[in-house]
C-alpha cells in the first residue's frame, strides 16, 4: 500500500466506495478528474 500511509488504512473501504460513487462510475468514469489517474492502470491515456 504504498499510495496509502497506514495512518489512513482504516477509512480506505469507505474512501474507495465514495470514489467509485462520485468519480469512477461503472458506465462512465470521469477519468478526466480523477485524483487517482498517475497510477491507474485503467486510466483511458494507458
Ligand atoms: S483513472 Fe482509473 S480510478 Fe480514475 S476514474 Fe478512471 S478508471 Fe477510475
Known amino acids: 500500500m ?3 500511509p497506514q495512518a489512513d ?3 480506505r ?4 466506495i465514495i470514489h467509485g460513487r462520485a468519480i ?6 470521469r477519468c478526466l ?3 487517482i489517474a498517475a497510477p491507474c492502470p485503467s486510466h483511458p491515456g494507458r
Open 2 to 4: 504504498r499510495l496509502l
Open 9 to 11: 488504512w482504516q477509512n
Open 33 to 35: 478528474d480523477c485524483p
Open 24 to 29: 469512477c462510475t461503472a458506465r462512465q468514469p
Open 13 to 16: 473501504s469507505i474512501w474507495l
